[in-house]
């Protein structure tokens, strides 16, 4: 069978809902929009679905020149896509320091009346440098892309007594027509015409354990995964991380010829 990609996601804003779509732009950042905007707490630290599950429940959408976001019983809040011109502050993600804008008021006080605590919506600018090895990111963990394989999460589902979507895994790149796990043994992979470098497996968190759909939390599939994926370090792996090595574009079917380790 044929490698191909399967999905292409982009989450505009980190640990809120992702918008599938066919055909998306690279960028110095990776997807174009993907988790240039975050909610920070009052002390600048990012906050994720590991601290509020309910921003599972924040779907987002990109329209025009606004970033647009709904949440059960919330208005829907517009930012616009280039920045509101607002002050700017350090942001704490993980170990990282970088510089972000505040939104408009209004988007701080949706947030913290969503979240029930005060918070800000920060968006990274076009000049804010966040390194990440050789690679450049907004506010991801870690890389500028997560790629698994349909293969590996077809795997995991034929272990788990009820099957769990790929949304629980939040990947940017899904790769079907390929065996479980394949992509451990991938260096690097061109998907189309564009060229990615395969950094390291991506080590899962909580976040799998919290269904998208209702922010219920769980244990799967977190503890199925931990009985068969777990690294030397203790870690529970599934996808890898990577960087791309062009600035075009993907498309939905485009073919995928990794290449793997020596």
Known sequence: ?????????????????GIPVEQWELDEFG?????????????????????????????????????????????????PLGGSGGSRLPVRVWDDFCEAERCAPAADAWWSALLGEACHLVRMPDESVR?????RVAFPDAFPFLL???????????????PVPMNRFRPNLVVDGVDAHAEDAWTS?????????????????????????????GTEPLRTLASYRRNAKGGVEFGRNAVHRTRG??????????????
């Open 31 to 79: 997807l174009r929009f993907d988790r240039r905007w975050a909610v920070i707490d009052s002390g600048g630290v990012v906050i994720t679905q590991r601290d509020c599950a309910a921003m599972a429940l924040v779907r987002t959408g990109i329209a025009a020149d606004e970033l647009r976001l709904e949440a059960p019983g919330m208005p829907r809040l517009s930012v």
């Open 148 to 162: 698994v394989s349909q293969g590996s999460l077809d795997g995991l589902n034929a272990r788990l007594e009820r």
């Open 1 to 17: 069978m044929t490698a191909t990609l399967a999905a292409i996601n982009v989450y505009p804003v980190k640990s809120a809902g």
């Open 189 to 217: 992979v061109r998907i189309g015409s564009e060229a990615f470098t395969l950094e390291r497996p991506c080590v899962r968190c909580v976040v799998t354990t919290i269904d998208q759909a209702t922010a219920a939390r």
């Open 131 to 135: 390194p990440a090895g050789d690679a």
């Open 249 to 262: 574009s993907l498309r939905v079917g485009d073919p995928v010829s990794p290449v793997p380790s020596a």
